[in-house]
């Protein structure tokens, strides 16, 4: 039960980033976004080191798995950023529920494990509530149309990437440990969104310390740095495919606050599709 609820925790922690974006970020640029992520947990990684006095470990045949990690959640995290900010977040969130299904491959090939039982029925349970979302006005579902939005095929894509992601992480965490692994992960992608943003994005940045601007982006830094603690000591203690569907539970926050806080439309489908994909994750406990 542990895992469940580090997972459903980050859950909670991932629908809080994307209202803080909607909300207060959509014009903050998704490199400086991410740069202050990073900041925030660079340094609080830092401090645990230096406040419990233990090793950093890191074996250079370890940092590929590093590296491939920058890419990947650099990648991920600039598609939820542009899908939340352009977006609805009732979608977002139910459309990232697939993500179960593409981390099922990686997990195996990386770590060796796969889902139980009903684990299976439960990623399809995930898969059948993000279906849900295509209905159009006329009750037909059109995946088509759904795949039309921006903000529904970058999150796809992001659900792509977190999948492999999540095999990548379960390898890397269980090699170095969640303390090392993170804080390599924060430094190499700090020194290359530092880099991208003294090229690009040097007005953005400036403009994005003004004391109302700089409370938003910090507060999502908070998100990003808690949920990534969250969900990387539940990756270590069952398969990714598992945590990625309690993940998913987040779902149903997303759509819940995209109603209540930014009046987002067709909130009764949204929210169908997104307790289908939450019963996917209970089914998981009976994996």
């Keep these: 039960m542990t895992w469940f609820v580090l997972a459903l ?128 006005p006329r009750g037909r579902f059109a995946p088509r149309e759904l795949l039309r939005r921006e903000d529904a095929l970058c999150t796809l894509a992001a659900a792509v990437v977190l999948g492999v992601l999540s095999g990548v992480d379960r390898r890397a965490a269980l090699a170095l440990g969640v303390p090392s692994y993170l804080l390599a992960l924060h430094a190499t992608m700090w020194t290359g969104c530092l880099v991208l943003v003294a090229l690009r994005r040097r007005h953005a940045f400036v403009a994005a310390l003004a004391p109302s601007r700089l409370a938003a982006v910090l507060l999502h830094a908070v998100f990003v740095m808690a949920g990534a603690v969250l969900l990387m000591y539940a990756v270590t203690l069952v398969p990714a495919s598992y945590v990625n569907s309690v993940r998913r539970m987040g779902a149903v926050f997303s759509v819940l606050l995209g109603s209540a806080l930014f009046d987002e439309p067709a909130m009764a489908d949204r929210l169908r599709g997104a307790v289908m994909a939450s019963a996917g994750a209970a089914l998981l406990l009976l994996g």
Excluded: C, E, H
Excluded at 93 to 103: D, H, I, K, M, R
């Design 9 to 136: 925790l980050g859950a909670v922690m991932q629908a809080g980033q994307f209202v803080v974006v909607k909300a207060w970020a959509r014009d903050v640029p998704p490199v400086v976004l991410i740069f202050w992520a990073q900041t925030v947990g660079l340094v609080g990684w830092l401090v645990y080191f230096a406040a419990r006095d233990v090793p950093f470990v890191l074996p250079l045949a370890m940092y590929p798995w590093v590296l491939a990690s920058v890419v990947l959640a650099g990648a991920m995290s600039y598609l939820l950023v542009r899908a939340t900010a352009g977006g609805d977040i009732s979608v977002v969130g139910p459309v990232l529920a697939t993500s179960p299904v593409f981390a099922i491959l990686p997990d195996y090939l990386m770590s060796g494990s796969l889902p139980r039982g009903f684990g299976w029925l439960g990623i399809a349970l995930t898969v059948a509530g993000t279906i849900t979302l295509s209905r159009n």
